[in-house]
């Protein structure tokens, strides 16, 4: 199926630093799903968002589905050694399969 | 608690033998899926089903099998015709369509 480009590849940030990472599509997706995978465990879901323009807020994370819902952002603000890990993207497709973005792995200095 | 088991963790496996993973959930879901990992890589999905007594294959469905006769289980086999099956599988569920996935915690398997 289409694939989702994730950017970065990796990142490495000193804690308090924000962190970025993105989803590009080259076609229109339906919807897109963010999922955290922590060093040694299992992707975690953390948000969907469906509609264009979408912005949704989880404490110090935002995620953002572009107007044309081609791409989609998630951002840390104040990043702390909690939040590394591995970031997905992904999109559902008919029967609710996912497409994953390769991931941006995210390592915090303290 | 409601959840996902793998088992097991981590599995050795001989050249030329067949491996079978095993993934049970109590959340009533409808749908499984079993997803490979590789280092550096996404996920990429192995078969999934969205009903009892039926599933598909996936982008890399050779040289695996499934079964799904039981709507709590969804076994993965890894047959001795994958060429590369030194990989980290994830078996996950959901409700249906438009749903997040809850993951299980995976199981290492390991060619020697």
């Known amino acids: 199926g289409q694939q989702v480009m994730q950017i970065p590849q990796y990142q490495h940030v000193q804690e308090g630093e924000d962190f970025t990472t993105y989803c590009n599509s080259s076609?229109?997706?339906?919807?897109i799903q963010w999922y955290k995978q922590r060093p040694g465990g299992h992707p975690v879901f953390l948000i969907q968002?469906?509609?264009?323009?979408e912005v949704k807020k989880q404490k110090r994370l935002t995620f953002q589905f572009g107007e044309a819902k081609k791409n989609s952002s998630l951002h840390i603000t104040a990043t702390q050694t909690t939040d590394v890990g591995t970031y997905f993207c992904?999109?559902?497709?008919?029967?609710?399969?996912?497409?994953f973005g390769a991931g941006t792995i995210l390592r915090v200095k303290s | 608690d409601g959840g996902i088991t793998q088992s097991p963790k981590y599995l050795f496996r001989k050249e030329g033998q067949n491996v079978t993973l095993s993934c049970e959930q109590n959340l009533n879901h409808d749908a499984m899926y079993w997803y490979r990992q590789d280092p550096g890589q996404g996920l990429r999905l192995i078969y999934y089903?969205?009903?009892?007594?039926?599933?598909q294959k996936g982008d890399i469905a050779e040289g695996y099998s499934v079964s799904r006769e039981k709507k709590e289980s969804f076994p993965l086999t890894v047959t001795s015709a994958q060429k590369n099956p030194t990989a980290f599988y994830l078996c996950?569920?959901?409700?249906?369509?438009?749903?997040?996935?809850?993951f299980g915690s995976g199981t290492r398997l390991t060619v020697v």
């Open positions: 968002l469906v509609k264009s323009g």
């Open positions: 992904a999109y559902s497709t008919n029967g609710n399969k996912l497409v």
């Open positions: 996950a569920s959901s409700r249906g369509q438009g749903d997040g996935y809850t």
């Open positions: 076609t229109t997706l339906s919807n």
């Open positions: 089903s969205q009903i009892v007594n039926d599933f």
